[in-house]
């Protein structure tokens, strides 16, 4: 409040009372919300100073060529054509002969999608416990 002062001049005083009560209420609000606002999918993420795998080490991998012809190589070996039903075949025999070992699939860029998951799904549905996607170094 203004009011004259002990010399004659006008004083003037901020009352902090108002201020403190509105900031304590958006304290308590910020605090209630909080919690609710952290949402989300926890996803377990590689390091990225891991080194590239070498797929000559025996691996399965299925190739989606960009006509979505598919073909299927152990490591770096020569790829052979194969159909989804062949596919398939070959997946299930894998998964029994070599159980836990990883099936990777390495795709053409300009391919759709839905090509990718059905080979995913593929081998999934076939027992393959582990599917991999390769990818081309980001320096070529």
Known sequence: MSGPSRDGG???EINVTPFVDVMLVLLIIFMVTAPLLVTGVEIDLPSGDTPPLDAANDNLVIGIAADGSYTLARGSGDARPVTMEQLGANLAEEGKQRPGQPVFVAADGTLPYQKVVD?????????????????????K
């Not at 393959?128 to 170094?137: A, D, Y």
């Open 119 to 139: 080979i995913l799904e593929l081998a999934k549905g076939s027992g393959v416990p582990k599917v991999g996607l390769m990818t081309e170094s980001k320096g």
């Open 10 to 12: 006008m004083m003037s």
